[in-house]
């Protein structure tokens, strides 16, 4: 669904993305206590590149969902096609920054 409509077309996937979202708050953590207790750069790095990973998997979830959902609908109604598509350009663009 899009955001005029109640829910998100990632919504079925939310319980995932939380989980995804919580296991990547403990690898922050995680980094934290191994910058506190001076642990090694390349282990840290590691784990920084490991929630890099991470987050790159649920933001293209979402993107994902996105697409099938609000874009989808847009262009199978008619409604607002150009202007979805240059959003979901727009998004595609920030999320692709390195």
Same mark, same amino acid.
């Given at each position: 669904m899009c955001a005029d409509h109640i829910g998100h077309s990632y919504g079925p996937k939310k319980d995932d993305l939380l989980k995804?979202?919580?296991?990547?708050e403990g690898q922050v953590? !995680?980094?934290?206590?191994?910058?506190?207790?001076? &642990?090694? $750069? +390349?282990?840290?790095?590691?784990?920084?590149a490991a929630i890099k990973s991470a987050?790159?998997?649920? !933001?293209?979830?979402?993107l994902e969902s996105h697409t &099938?959902? $609000? +874009?989808?609908d847009a262009i199978s109604n008619h409604t607002d096609t150009d202007i979805k598509i240059d959003e979901l350009m727009e998004v595609i663009r920030q999320f692709t920054k390195p």
């Amino acid at each position: 669904m899009c955001a005029d409509h109640i829910g998100h077309s990632y919504g079925p996937k939310k319980d995932d993305l939380l989980k995804r979202l919580r296991r990547v708050e403990g690898q922050v953590r !995680g980094i934290q206590k191994m910058i506190d207790e001076d &642990r090694y $750069c +390349v282990d840290i790095l590691v784990q920084i590149a490991a929630i890099k990973s991470a987050m790159q998997q649920v !933001g293209l979830t979402i993107l994902e969902s996105h697409t &099938r959902g $609000c +874009v989808v609908d847009a262009i199978s109604n008619h409604t607002d096609t150009d202007i979805k598509i240059d959003e979901l350009m727009e998004v595609i663009r920030q999320f692709t920054k390195p």
